[in-house]
């Protein structure tokens, strides 16, 4: 199969909306206030369930403001924010004590954001980071 432009616009947009759907599914379970979400807060020394619910409602704004941003345009700087985030949120499940495989099925909560990344273009400048 012959790769084409086409090809890449297509993949950056099926990139862009998985992204966008994890970011924004996660981002409303975390403005819902999700119990076990909650008591990860545990982990970090906050154990009042109304301040870790505030944070995590903060949280699920950020992930939908990422999502937002990904689908109407992919700046660099939220694309690697959003891969180290897919990636740290994969990780807290084994810190929480679920099993690893919890985080090895949630991978691709970094790599999309990391390939949407390097097909959009790892950036030469800091200009680049957060403009086209």
Not at 3 to 15: A, D, F, G, R
Not at 52 to 59: C, D, G, K
Not at 86 to 94: C, I, Q, S, V, Y
Request: charged residues 15%.
């Amino acid at each position: 199969m012959i790769y084409s432009m086409n090809n890449q616009k297509m993949v950056t947009w099926i990139l862009r909306v998985a992204v966008a759907g994890e970011f924004i599914g996660h981002g409303v379970f975390a403005l819902q206030g999700k119990k076990q979400w909650v008591e990860w807060f545990t982990i970090f020394g906050i154990s009042d369930a109304g301040v870790a619910t505030q944070l995590l409602f903060f949280i699920g704004l950020l992930d939908i403001a990422v999502a937002l941003v990904v689908l109407v345009w992919p700046v660099r700087a939220v694309l690697l924010w959003a891969a180290f985030w897919g990636f740290w949120t994969a990780l807290m499940r084994p810190i929480a004590g679920d099993p690893i495989w919890d985080f090895v099925e949630r991978w691709a909560n970094c790599g999309a954001p990391l390939a949407l990344l390097l097909l959009v273009g790892w950036p030469r400048s800091l200009r680049e980071w957060f403009g086209r």
